[in-house]
Every structure is written in C-alpha cells, then in structure tokens.
C-alpha cells in the first residue's frame, strides 16, 4: 500500500538518498560522470529540509519506505524522483497527479516542468507538450507544459 504525504524534517536525509541512487543509477545513463557528481552533492539531506521550506514538497511512502518524491512551487514541478527498485510501477504518475490536482484547485491554467533528458519521456507520457529546451548547470533541460482542467 502506498500513500502520498507531506514532506516532514526526518524525511530529509532517505530523500537525499533516493535522488542520489536515482542520479547514480538511472540519469548516469544519459549525463557525463561529473554532472552527477555536481547533482549528488547539490542534493544533501541539508539542501532537501531547505528546499522543503521553499517549496510544498511530498513523498510516497511504501512500507515505511520513501519510494518517491516530488515537490512545486505553485504550478512548477521540481525534484521528482522515483527509488530506482520502484522505478516502472506508477509511483512517478501518482505524484504528479496528486501535486496536479492542487494546482488545478488552485485555479493555474497549466502545470510546468523542467525534465532531465531522463525524464522527458515520462513527462511525455503525462501529457506534457515541449515548450523549449534550456541549458542549465547540469546540462539540457526540456521545458514542458501541461494544460490543467
Ligand atoms: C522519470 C521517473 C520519475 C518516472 O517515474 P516512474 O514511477 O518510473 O514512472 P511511472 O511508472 O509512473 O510511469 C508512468 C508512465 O510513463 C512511462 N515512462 C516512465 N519513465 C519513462 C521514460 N523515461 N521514458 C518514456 N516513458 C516513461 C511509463 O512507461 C508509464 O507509461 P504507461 O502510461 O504506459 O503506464 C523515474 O524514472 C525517475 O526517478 N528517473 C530518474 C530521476 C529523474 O530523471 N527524475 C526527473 C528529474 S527532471
């Protein structure tokens, strides 16, 4: 059984974590070693609690386990990751569908992300629709919108 919850402090450190086994294990196959050496230390469990005071950040819980992450910032969507073990089994959708619906309550026309070349696929999957790409610190970026009801 999974549920999604709202980020709280202890969460910091297995969110840490997750992104590092993600950026170790799934985005290495797309990004030159020293872009994930960058991210991994961006992503400190200090750096997560900060951007959790910044940001509505979320987690799915499985088991007592952290299997995924996403957080926004009104209809923007940051840090989403999904434990590469769980990575295929739809945690990704539900929580971009949860943190959708807020948005949409919130009355935002549509939802934007920022997708590694990792993830635009999936964000693809979802509905979203490129708007442009961007180079950033850590490389191409797509830029995707989607349409909110
Ligand atoms: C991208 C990521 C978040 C997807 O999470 P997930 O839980 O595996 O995704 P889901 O199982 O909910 O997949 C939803 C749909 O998208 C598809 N999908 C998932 N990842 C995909 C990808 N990289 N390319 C194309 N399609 C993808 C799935 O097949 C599924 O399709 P369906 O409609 O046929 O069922 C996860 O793979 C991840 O954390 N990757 C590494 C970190 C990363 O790149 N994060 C994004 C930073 S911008």
Do not use: W
Request: with cysteine.
């Amino acid at each position: 059984m999974m549920e999604i919850r709202s980020f709280r402090p202890g969460d910091a450190p297995e969110i840490s974590d997750v992104i590092g086994r993600c950026l170790r294990e799934v985005n290495s196959r797309d990004y030159p070693e020293s872009v994930i050496t960058l991210m991994c230390e961006h992503f400190t469990a200090g750096r997560i609690a900060e951007l959790a005071g910044e940001r509505q950040m979320f987690v799915a819980v499985e088991d007592g386990t952290v299997v995924g992450t996403v957080s926004r910032d009104g209809n923007k969507v940051f840090t989403m990751f999904v434990r590469p073990g769980t990575i295929g089994r739809g945690v990704g959708r539900q929580l971009m569908r949860h943190i959708e619906a807020l948005a949409a309550a919130e009355g935002h026309a549509y939802m934007e992300t920022g997708a590694s070349i990792s993830a635009h696929g999936f964000y693809q999957r979802l509905g979203y629709l490129d708007v442009r790409t961007s180079e950033t610190d850590f490389g191409l970026n797509y830029i995707l919108r989607k349409p909110l009801p």
